[in-house]
C-alpha cells in the first residue's frame, strides 16, 4: 500500500482567499484523485490529476475554481479559489497503489470558510 | 442522482452482537464493490471489497455479501466491538478505459457499538 502526506490538515479561511492543499506519496502513482466530502454527505470526485497533462474534472468542477498540479509522480495540489462557505468541506487526496484495486487515502484536509 | 445508496445514515448495536450496514446500487455496470471506515479527523481505510464475480468475501470479523439482482451489498461485522465505532462508506465502480477504475461512494452510516 502507499503512504499519503496531506497538509494542511485543517484551515479556517476568509471568503474571497484561495486555499493550496498538498498531498506528497512515498511511491509513484500514475493517477491521483481529488475528493470533496461536504458535511453529510457522500465523497465527490472533483478531478483526477495525471502527470505531465491537464487533470480530468468531473461534472459541475472547473479547472478555474479547482486548479491542480501534478509536476512528478509523486505529488499534487489542489487548490480552493475565491472561496465562499459553499466550500467548506473535507479534502481528501488518494491514489489506488500499483496492484491494488481500492483507494489509498490521505488524512483529509477540513477547511472552514467564514 | 445518486448511484450508490446508504439509507440508514446511522446505527447502534451493543458490544458483542452483529452490526449489518447495507448499501444499494443503481448502476448493473458496477463491477467491484468496497467497504471504508473512516474515523473523525483522519482519511477513509480501506476495510474489505469484493468482485462481482462473489457472493461473499470474509475477512476476520467483517463480511461482505453481494446480492446482484437485488444490487444490494452488505457488511456484517461479527462480534462488534467498540472500537469499530466509525462512518462506514461503501463505494462501486467499474472499469474505465484508462484501465483504472472510478468509484461512487455512498453517504456513509455511522455506527457505534455500545459498551
Known amino acids: 500500500s502507499a503512504v499519503i502526506s496531506q497538509k494542511p490538515s485543517r484551515d479556517i479561511c476568509q471568503r474571497g482567499t484561495s486555499l493550496t492543499i498538498q498531498c506528497q506519496v512515498d511511491?509513484?502513482?500514475?493517477?491521483m484523485f481529488w475528493y470533496r466530502q461536504q458535511p453529510g454527505q457522500s465523497l465527490t470526485l472533483i478531478a483526477t490529476?495525471?502527470?505531465?497533462?491537464?487533470?480530468?474534472?468531473e461534472s459541475g468542477f472547473v479547472i478555474d475554481k479547482f486548479p491542480i498540479s501534478r509536476p512528478n509522480l509523486t505529488f499534487s495540489t489542489l487548490t480552493v479559489s475565491n472561496m465562499s462557505p459553499e466550500d467548506s468541506s473535507i479534502y481528501l487526496c488518494?491514489?489506488?497503489?500499483?496492484?491494488?484495486?481500492?483507494?489509498?487515502f490521505g488524512s483529509g484536509t477540513r477547511l472552514t470558510v467564514v | 442522482d445518486q448511484q450508490v445508496k446508504q439509507n440508514s445514515p446511522s446505527l447502534s448495536v451493543q458490544e458483542g452482537r452483529i452490526s449489518i450496514l447495507n448499501c444499494d446500487y443503481t448502476?448493473?455496470?458496477?463491477?467491484?464493490f468496497l467497504w471504508y471506515k473512516k474515523y473523525p479527523a483522519e482519511g477513509p481505510t480501506f476495510l474489505i471489497s469484493?468482485?462481482?464475480?462473489?457472493d461473499k468475501n470474509e475477512d476476520g470479523r467483517f463480511t461482505v455479501f453481494l446480492n446482484k439482482s437485488a444490487k444490494h451489498l452488505s457488511l456484517h461485522i461479527v462480534p462488534s466491538q467498540p472500537g469499530d465505532s466509525a462512518v462506514y462508506f461503501c463505494?462501486?465502480?467499474?472499469?474505465?478505459?484508462?484501465?483504472?477504475?472510478?468509484?461512487?461512494f455512498g453517504t456513509g452510516t455511522r455506527l457505534k457499538v455500545l459498551a
Open positions: 469484493i468482485s462481482s464475480i462473489k
Open positions: 448502476n448493473s455496470m458496477f463491477d467491484y
Open positions: 488518494s491514489v489506488i497503489p500499483p496492484g491494488s484495486y481500492g483507494y489509498t
Open positions: 511511491s509513484q502513482v500514475t493517477m
Open positions: 463505494a462501486a465502480s467499474s472499469k474505465l478505459t484508462s484501465g483504472t477504475y472510478k468509484y461512487i
Open positions: 490529476a495525471n502527470q505531465g497533462s491537464e487533470a480530468t474534472y
